[in-house]
């Protein structure tokens, strides 16, 4: 992980990797079909001996992400949204607070719904219904990751038990992919969410007992979401007889087994998954869990640094990425 960690999580996108070879043929791990690159033997041996020697094609070492572009409140008509540019995989996360009933199980709280798009113009493998598979997958593991009842305040989103409640809508829009793209996604949801603002209603009883919600008028009349125990997704690649975080596609081909890890702010391990048809044993699953959490808290040190550097700045943040 570098240490300047405004490098590794800037406005602007600071670092653009070169992809090598040419030609297209399809990469494919597990459920993920990911966008279209081309290896030859030759080129599969310098990337995994270079990562032996902890030096990839890029220059990072095994441990290193790549600079992260990171922007929020990009669409004007959601309550919160953000964009998140890491190598050549671009993210688009937009939120949106509705007013929903409460579900049965949990009368008191609120909830997130997920919703994934994986759009043709990413890579041509997503064309029809190219990317169902992927988007399942995606929605599956945001899922189980935003299950823990520590993650987000759900019952701070109850308006009146048992009959109306917000609930937030996360739509993630694919638009482009270059490699680890689980971590991209999760970094753009914590922006996202931390970005939202929740209108603050009252609940009005008449002398009739009956009720009726008013919203407030005041923009900035509004709830925050506190993004504290978000976690950010770190997955690590196994490669040869080591390890990397934030692969590139190349370096994904050369992985056959991956471990999706769940980290919070504080190094919390709170999910994990493998990806991918090779095995893992156990020395190095505990290996990657250990690095996972490192690099885990450091990432989230560098994120919620920028998010807070650009909430100071206010209206007079200028827009570089999109519709900017």
């Not at 041509?124 to 935003?146: D, S």
């Not at 100071?312 to 519709?323: D, E, I, P």
Request: with cysteine; aromatic share 6%.
């Amino acid at each position: 992980m570098q240490t300047n960690e405004t490098s590794l999580v800037s406005f602007r996108r600071v670092l653009v990797t070169a992809s090598p070879g040419g030609g297209r043929s399809s990469v494919w791990n597990g459920a993920r079909a990911m966008a279209s690159v081309v290896l030859s033997e030759a080129e599969k041996v310098y990337i995994v001996h270079g990562i032996q020697a902890d030096l990839r094609v890029d220059g990072r070492g095994c441990e290193d992400y790549r600079c992260i572009e990171v922007e929020t409140d990009v669409v004007s008509n959601t309550s919160g949204s953000a964009r998140v540019k890491l190598g050549h995989t671009d993210i688009l996360v937009g939120v949106k607070a509705e007013m929903g009933t409460p579900k049965l199980e949990n009368p008191n709280e609120g909830y997130l719904e997920f919703f994934v798009d994986c759009s043709a113009n990413a890579t041509p493998e997503f064309e029809g219904r190219g990317g169902e598979e992927l988007a399942t997958e995606i929605v599956n593991t945001l899922y189980r990751i935003f299950s823990s009842e520590s993650t987000i305040d759900v019952k701070s989103l109850c308006i009146n038990p048992r009959e109306h409640c917000w609930v937030l809508y996360v739509d993630v829009l694919l638009l482009e992919c270059g490699g680890n793209l689980f971590d991209a996604i999760s970094i753009a949801v914590k922006a996202a969410l931390f970005n939202t603002r929740i209108p603050k209603v009252r609940v009005l009883e008449d002398e009739e007992g009956s009720k009726e919600i008013e919203l407030s008028d005041d923009p900035y009349d509004c709830i925050r979401l506190n993004v504290e125990n978000v976690p950010c997704i770190i997955t690590l690649s196994k490669i040869g007889c080591r390890h990397v975080v934030d692969a590139t596609l190349q370096e994904e081909a050369c992985s056959l087994a991956s471990l999706l890890l769940s980290v919070t702010s504080r190094g919390t391990l709170t999910c994990m998954k493998k990806l991918g048809n090779g095995s893992l044993d156990p020395e190095s699953i505990f290996e990657m869990m250990e690095t996972g959490k490192r690099v885990g808290k450091k990432l989230h040190t560098s994120l919620q640094k920028i998010l807070d550097k650009e909430e100071s700045l206010g209206t007079t943040r200028q827009k570089v990425g999109f519709l900017g």
